[in-house]
T-cell receptor
């Protein structure tokens, strides 16, 4: 079976740091994607983790622990425009499925 | 410009009619995916394809059909058998660590 869990909603303050967690149980794993999705729009690619550890890209970083089935997305210096849904997706298995979690709706407040 | 294109952006159909959503990519990606997103929900996998002339059912394939006659194209047909077809439909393509979405098609069945 497959299961990907994320918190449904989070709230944070402008300028702060927020960590969005994702835990997964899937049959097969090649890598893990993070996407940002603003209301009414298509998701945009943020990061892809294959190996354990932290990948940093500007204000956004993503961490992976394959042994724990765990990832997080770290957003620093939050801006109002970061208010969006953040989607975690696992890529893998014999047929290379790409399965999404339900997403975390982040609200950034002044 | 390289990218993945979905058309049309908005589509209206009468109940009982089949409708085909277009997805074209010029990224030379092997794998392509179709998802459905309902308001406030995550992305659910409908069908996916790793190579030309081959595709697999996702988690909610009932009432949908696809074809993959060319690497660049992966059209999705929403048939009259789909009980609740009104939704936001998203197409994605992947090659290794690169994964992108089209702009989406918002289908409304009246």
């Amino acid at each position: 079976g497959q299961n990907i869990d994320q918190p449904t909603e989070m709230t944070a303050t402008e300028g702060a740091i927020v960590q969005i967690n994702c835990t997964y149980q899937t049959s097969g794993f090649n890598g893990l994607f993070w996407y940002q999705q603003h209301a009414g729009e298509a998701p945009t690619f943020l990061s892809y983790n294959v190996l354990d550890g932290l990948e940093e890209k500007g204000r956004f970083s993503s961490f992976l622990s394959r042994s724990k089935g765990y990832s997080y997305l770290l957003l620093k210096e939050l801006q109002m425009k970061d208010s969006a849904s953040y989607l975690c997706a696992v890529y893998g298995g014999a047929t290379n499925k790409l399965i999404f979690g339900t997403g975390t709706l982040l609200a950034v407040q002044p | 410009d390289g990218g993945i294109t979905q058309s049309p952006k908005y589509l209206f159909r009468k109940e009982g009619q089949n409708v085909t959503l277009s997805c074209e990519q010029n990224l030379n990606h092997d794998a392509m995916y179709w998802y459905r997103q309902d308001p406030g929900q995550g992305l659910r996998l409908i069908y996916y394809s790793q190579i030309v002339n081959d595709f697999q059912k996702g988690d909610i394939a009932e009432g949908y059909s696809v074809s993959r006659e060319k690497k660049e194209s992966f059209p999705l047909t929403v048939t009259s058998a789909q009980k609740n077809p009104t939704a936001f439909y998203l197409c994605a393509s992947i090659l290794d660590t690169e994964a992108f979405f089209g702009q989406g098609t918002r289908l409304t069945v009246v």
